[in-house]
């Protein structure tokens, strides 16, 4: 629990950026409450486990009435790095549970992050410093490295490396190598 309280306290100076005065306001908006729910549940889940998997059930009312107003679904199973910064949550955001994301993690909005099939081992793997544009969707199982830039609407199906910028539907890396 601990380690997801320091993640949210590095959730928030990202969200916050170099405006200080954002703290004031910042509580109110619909991407620090998807963060916090997050947060939250992923402390749970490692604290307790299959009991929280359990008890959840009985919070679920009040967990959706969340969910509802963040317009975020981030399963509290995904290992999500420090400084998650979801920039415009209202088009929706999903991420799977079998998903291992890297630090800062940026999504503009309407992103999803899931699952071709109903495999129980699909894993999805993302390095850090990532940025997906608008509505733009990973679909596993696939491993992305460090730094890729993908490109608004794009629909990633295939493994990536570093410094990539992946654009299109199927995603192509347009990047130019040095």
């Not at 889940?45 to 959706?64: C, D, E, M, T």
């Amino acid at each position: 629990m601990i380690k997801q309280l320091s993640c949210f306290f590095t959730d928030c100076r990202r969200l916050v950026g170099k405006n200080k005065a954002r703290y004031i306001y910042i509580w109110l908006s619909r991407q620090f409450v998807a963060v916090a729910l997050y947060r939250f549940e992923r402390g749970m889940y490692l604290s307790f486990g299959k009991v929280w998997q359990v008890a959840r059930i009985v919070l679920l009312p009040i967990l959706n009435l969340f969910y509802f107003y963040s317009n975020s679904e981030i399963h509290y199973q995904a290992d999500v790095g420090p400084g998650l910064l979801i920039l415009h949550s209202s088009l929706g955001n999903v991420i799977s549970g079998r998903s291992t994301i890297g630090k800062n993690l940026t999504l503009a909005g309407g992103n999803v992050i899931g699952n071709r099939g109903y495999k129980n081992n699909v894993v999805i793997t993302i390095g850090d410093s990532c940025t997906m544009g608008v509505h733009s969707v990973i679909m596993g199982p696939l491993t992305l490295g460090k730094k890729v830039t993908i490109g608004a609407c794009a629909c990633v199906m295939k493994d990536a490396g570093d410094n990539a910028v992946l654009v299109g539907v199927p995603a192509k890396n347009v990047s130019v190598q040095a």
